[in-house]
């Protein structure tokens, strides 16, 4: 969901309802696009020589 789907989403709405209503659901898929892309997030950890190294990645 990039900002070429959610910005036209919210146009849509302002004009269909009102304002407020336009800005809430643009909100609210913000958030749920930034929930989507923090559940792609992995951990990898690497343990040796005593000390253990960690790296964050996402998903492709």
Excluded: C, N, Q, Y
């Excluded at 036209?8 to 304002?19: D, F, G, K, Y």
């Excluded at 809430?24 to 690497?46: C, N, P, Q, Y």
């Amino acid at each position: 969901m990039t900002a070429l789907f959610r910005l036209p989403v919210e146009r849509i709405e302002v004009v269909a309802t009102s304002l407020f209503e336009g800005v809430r659901v643009g909100l609210l898929l913000a958030v749920a696009k930034t929930a989507w892309d923090i559940s792609h997030v992995h951990v990898e950890t690497v343990e040796g020589d005593g000390r253990r190294e960690g790296a964050l990645s996402s998903a492709p």
